[in-house]
């Protein structure tokens, strides 16, 4: 693998940020957050002020319009009247994403990076959650006001990030079914976050698939060897293994 992205979605106050940034330190390669929304001005020639509508800010009322701007990865022509909507907004940022991934290791922060990058096989999908408590003295690091005021800004934040990707995705940004790698800072800790995505990422590395294994289930198959647990579900770790429904190649 020439090279690797670390792409991490995560609920307001979780740490996520900081997890991301540790870990592009620590691995000496690129960090991206706010960047790509410069980069898409640059890439587009749109003033960087107009990609604020499509930067996790999207409206209730827009999301009834998700399923006309799902994200289908082309680009509106300067020539359209379209050409600085928002679906385009989102587009060119998709594609500095996109490009990322093609030309260099980095870690991405937000902005649906693991749907876009959904079919790259370079990219760990990480989402970073944690308890409401834990979250909330996060937050109050960062903002002012009450507990009342800190409270309803994650609510608002966590539900921009919802639209977001339902709108430009068409996906549920916290279904975890789209992650490769769900971290729990609250209980494992800033330095242990940090760890285990490096150890996901070895894994990724060396071709390892992790594929979900449902007992009973009869077009799966079952393999003795290294496994962990999930959520109650059970999911083998195998090196170099592709499994279809019919047979087994190894």
């Known amino acids: 693998m020439d090279n690797f992205v670390i792409t991490i979605a995560r609920q307001y106050g979780s740490g996520g940020r900081t997890i991301g940034e540790e870990l592009a330190k620590k691995l000496g390669i690129s960090y991206y957050d706010k960047d790509i929304i410069r980069m898409a001005s640059e890439e587009s020639g749109i003033h960087e002020q107009l990609f604020g509508r499509a930067d996790e800010n999207v409206s209730t009322k827009q999301r009834f319009f998700a399923k006309s701007g799902i994200y289908k ?15 385009n907004l989102f587009n060119y940022q998709a594609k500095v994403i996109r490009q990322l991934a093609e030309t260099e290791s980095c870690v991405i922060i937000g902005r649906c990076a693991n749907m876009i990058l959904k ?10 959650y944690g308890d409401w408590d834990f979250r909330i003295r996060e937050a109050s690091k960062k903002l002012s006001g009450t507990t009342k005021d800190i409270e309803k800004f994650m609510h608002k934040d966590d539900k921009r990030k919802e639209d977001f990707c339902k709108r430009f995705m068409g996906v549920d940004w916290a279904d975890m079914t ?3 790698l769900c971290l729990d800072n609250g209980t494992l800790g800033y330095e242990k976050c940090v760890e285990e995505i490096e150890s996901a990422l070895e894994i990724l590395k060396n071709k390892t698939y992790i594929r979900e294994y449902s007992p009973g289930k009869k077009s ?15 999911y083998l770790i195998r090196r170099e293994i592709w499994i279809s429904e019919k047979n087994i190649s190894v």
Do not use: A, H, M, W
């Open 220 to 234: 799966q198959k079952s393999f003795p060897g290294d496994f962990f647990i999930y959520c109650g579900k059970v």
């Open 73 to 87: 990865g082309e680009l509106i022509p300067p020539q359209s009247k379209d050409f600085t909507s928002d679906e």
């Open 119 to 128: 079919d790259y096989s370079n990219v760990l999908r990480v989402f970073v």
């Open 178 to 180: 789209k992650y490769n």
